[in-house]
């Protein structure tokens, strides 16, 4: 058994060290002297692995602009060769089979294991695209960083689950860890079409020093965080990840503590098992279908070419496409940030299809507008207009209240706990195969049929999504799910079980035979609909 890097003495002082500097820093009703640790160092730690992989987006629509002439002639997008494409899309395909991977092995590593190698290996991407010349080099480090972005994208969830597990439906103001989480990512784009607009090193080591700084960081805080609870419980170390749980949550949930502690100790089912036990296939395969689209309503995508799609659309006034581009992404950054408000009211089923049919107009005159400027000979004055760039604004502000994070919240939302962590890593490998479908066949279709009709093919896609949400998922929250005689799942984010229960055998599932103690008759518990004398309330899980 590996030693903890500091032992119990040092790791009290240095918990009391970040109590005392941080205490006047953060504030709110989530921060408490005993989980102090948990707000402190797992957000930003979990938020710089999404930022890096944040950064692997947008590497190549800058890089690819930046040519090694003399002149310094930015190069347009139809014009990149079949191998520049090759290297935009390579990490998407790698996140795809490495989420698979890690979802195989990590009961062998480790998830801190996993997570400290994703860091090592974001940082060696950076050197070998800082110093490396040729094709294969730089293959080679969008595959390390394709290879880090997979592991995180798929332990990362789960391990910030942890350390909110047992209070997240008794504590009504929890951390904003899906929040940080979501908003890191961008943020990450953002840094990468940031850096672009400032003159670039000669020396190659500060440029792989500036984006090592990241990864580096992660690690850094990955170093002082526990061990994983739940692999500690897979693995046979209940005691350890028992300690690990009362070190990082208050004491008002620590009963529930246990019930997370006993879930944890079943074996974990495999992706297609999963699958098979979640029963309802036709909510589940609608679910997995959100996050294609995800991909294919085309946000996305954009943001590996996005400065050079800017300037197909049309010259903005007092910009380059360069300074467009990061303007846009800082908008994105920001509407994700702020879509936590507009969750609270709305239910994700009526955001996702509101989100579509705006895409679906944005792109809709986006597309007449590149279409009209391809097909006529527009006067020179014409062509710089502010209203290409208004209309990607409300396509990626769409995107971020949208499909961003709400095919995400239903997913957990829906489905059963012990089946989450592989749904999980299955939606994430639909996400990225489809994104390295698009990023593929984009300069393709730009080439041959225009920047036009490819946002018009964008804005049928996104009436498709809004259909399939309107017709194949729930409209309530109380009874969400299409329930099948005899499968009933025991989780505590179901929406049809109530969550109220204390105790996980207790079967409140209808229409699970239950021994009624109230005044609606025996035998049954039926939803709310069904009840004609003294109703029970069923509530639903939060939605972030």
Same mark, same amino acid.
């Given at each position: 058994?590996?030693?903890?890097?500091?032992?119990?003495?040092?790791?009290?002082?240095?918990?009391?060290?970040?109590?005392?500097?941080?205490?006047?820093? &953060?504030?709110?009703?989530?921060?408490?002297?005993?989980?102090?640790?948990?707000?402190?160092?797992?957000?930003?730690?979990?938020?710089?692995?999404?930022?890096?992989?944040?950064?692997?987006?947008?590497?190549?629509?800058?890089?690819?602009? #930046?040519?090694?002439?003399?002149?310094?002639?930015?190069?347009?997008?139809?014009?990149? @060769?079949? !191998?520049?494409?090759?290297? =935009?899309?390579?990490?998407?395909?790698?996140?795809?089979?490495?989420?698979?991977?890690?979802?195989?092995?990590?009961?062998?590593?480790?998830?801190?294991?996993?997570?400290?190698? +994703?860091?090592?290996?974001?940082?060696?991407?950076?050197?070998?695209?800082?110093?490396?010349?040729?094709?294969?080099?730089?293959?080679?480090?969008?595959?390390?960083?394709?290879?880090?972005?997979?592991?995180?994208?798929?332990?990362?969830?789960?391990?910030? @689950?942890?350390?909110?597990?047992?209070?997240?439906?008794?504590?009504?103001?929890?951390?904003?860890?899906?929040?940080?989480?979501?908003?890191?990512?961008?943020?990450?784009?953002?840094?990468?079409?940031?850096?672009?607009?400032?003159? $670039?090193?000669?020396?190659?080591?500060?440029?792989?020093?500036?984006?090592?700084?990241?990864?580096?960081? =992660?690690?850094?805080?990955?170093?002082?965080?526990?061990?994983?609870?739940?692999?500690?419980?897979?693995?046979?170390?209940?005691? $350890?990840?028992?300690?690990?749980? $009362?070190?990082? /949550?208050?004491?008002?949930?620590?009963?529930?503590?246990?019930?997370?502690?006993? #879930?944890?100790?079943?074996?974990?089912?495999?992706?297609?098992?999963?699958?098979?036990?979640? =029963?309802?296939?036709?909510?589940?395969?609608?679910?997995? =279908?959100?996050?294609?689209?995800?991909?294919?309503?085309?946000?996305?995508?954009?943001?590996?070419?996005?400065? @050079?799609?800017?300037?197909?659309?049309?010259?903005?006034?007092?910009?380059?496409?360069?300074?467009?581009?990061?303007?846009?992404?800082?908008?994105?950054?920001?509407?994700?940030?702020?879509?936590?408000?507009?969750?609270?009211?709305?239910?994700?089923?009526?955001?996702?299809?509101?989100?579509?049919?705006?895409?679906?107009?944005?792109?809709?005159?986006?597309?007449? /507008?590149?279409?009209? #400027?391809?097909?006529?000979?527009?006067?020179?004055? @014409?062509?710089?207009?502010?209203?290409?760039?208004?209309?990607?604004?409300?396509?990626?502000?769409?995107?971020? &209240?949208?499909?961003?994070?709400?095919?995400?919240?239903?997913?957990? +939302?829906?489905?059963?706990?012990?089946?989450?962590?592989?749904?999980?890593?299955?939606?994430?490998?639909?996400?990225?195969?489809?994104?390295?479908?698009?990023?593929?066949? &984009?300069?393709?279709?730009?080439?041959?049929?225009?920047?036009? !009709?490819?946002? !018009?093919?964008?804005?049928?896609?996104?009436?498709?999504?809004?259909?399939?949400? &309107?017709?194949?998922?729930?409209?309530?929250?109380?009874?969400?799910?299409?329930?099948?005689?005899?499968?009933?799942?025991?989780?505590?984010?179901?929406?049809?079980?109530?969550?109220?229960?204390?105790?996980?055998?207790?079967?409140?599932?209808?229409?699970?035979? /239950?021994?009624?103690?109230?005044?609606?008759?025996?035998?049954?518990?039926?939803?709310?609909?069904?009840?004609?004398?003294?109703?029970?309330?069923?509530?639903?899980?939060?939605?972030?």
């Amino acid at each position: 058994m590996r030693k903890p890097l500091l032992n119990e003495r040092w790791t009290s002082i240095l918990y009391t060290l970040v109590d005392i500097s941080s205490i006047s820093q &953060l504030r709110g009703p989530f921060l408490t002297s005993r989980a102090i640790f948990n707000n402190i160092d797992i957000f930003p730690t979990a938020a710089l692995t999404y930022a890096t992989a944040g950064t692997m987006v947008g590497w190549s629509s800058g890089t690819f602009r #930046r040519s090694t002439l003399p002149s310094s002639q930015p190069v347009p997008l139809p014009l990149l @060769d079949n !191998w520049s494409i090759s290297l =935009a899309a390579t990490p998407a395909i790698v996140i795809t089979v490495t989420v698979c991977v890690v979802h195989r092995s990590y009961r062998w590593i480790g998830t801190k294991a996993f997570l400290l190698t +994703a860091s090592l290996l974001a940082i060696g991407a950076s050197a070998l695209d800082a110093f490396g010349a040729t094709f294969w080099s730089a293959s080679a480090a969008r595959i390390l960083a394709g290879i880090s972005a997979g592991i995180a994208f798929t332990l990362v969830p789960s391990y910030v @689950d942890e350390f909110g597990s047992a209070s997240r439906l008794t504590t009504p103001n929890r951390p904003p860890l899906d929040e940080i989480l979501a908003t890191a990512f961008p943020f990450g784009v953002l840094l990468r079409f940031g850096a672009d607009l400032l003159p $670039q090193p000669v020396d190659p080591m500060w440029n792989a020093v500036r984006w090592g700084v990241l990864p580096t960081l =992660a690690f850094a805080g990955l170093l002082f965080l526990p061990e994983s609870a739940r692999y500690l419980c897979v693995t046979g170390r209940v005691s $350890q990840a028992a300690l690990i749980l $009362q070190r990082t /949550h208050e004491p008002t949930v620590q009963p529930g503590l246990q019930e997370c502690l006993a #879930r944890w100790q079943q074996p974990g089912p495999g992706l297609i098992e999963a699958v098979k036990r979640q =029963a309802n296939l036709t909510l589940l395969i609608p679910l997995l =279908a959100l996050f294609a689209f995800q991909a294919f309503v085309g946000a996305l995508p954009m943001m590996f070419y996005l400065a @050079d799609v800017l300037e197909l659309a049309g010259q903005q006034v007092h910009r380059s496409p360069e300074q467009a581009a990061a303007i846009l992404v800082a908008i994105f950054t920001l509407a994700v940030v702020f879509s936590r408000y507009l969750n609270s009211p709305l239910h994700p089923r009526t955001v996702l299809v509101l989100c579509s049919l705006l895409m679906a107009l944005a792109t809709l005159a986006l597309g007449w /507008h590149c279409h009209e #400027r391809r097909t006529r000979n527009l006067d020179p004055s @014409d062509a710089y207009s502010e209203w290409p760039f208004l209309c990607f604004v409300l396509v990626f502000v769409a995107y971020a &209240l949208g499909f961003y994070r709400q095919p995400a919240t239903l997913l957990a +939302a829906e489905v059963a706990d012990e089946n989450l962590f592989a749904l999980r890593t299955i939606a994430t490998a639909i996400c990225w195969g489809s994104v390295y479908l698009c990023v593929r066949i &984009l300069p393709v279709l730009l080439n041959t049929i225009g920047l036009g !009709w490819v946002l !018009w093919n964008i804005a049928l896609v996104a009436l498709s999504a809004a259909g399939v949400v &309107l017709l194949c998922l729930p409209g309530q929250d109380d009874y969400a799910h299409k329930v099948l005689p005899g499968v009933c799942p025991n989780s505590m984010t179901s929406s049809v079980c109530s969550s109220g229960s204390s105790s996980p055998s207790v079967n409140t599932c209808w229409p699970c035979s /239950h021994t009624s103690t109230g005044s609606t008759g025996p035998g049954t518990i039926a939803p709310e609909m069904f009840q004609y004398g003294e109703k029970q309330q069923v509530t639903g899980p939060e939605m972030v």
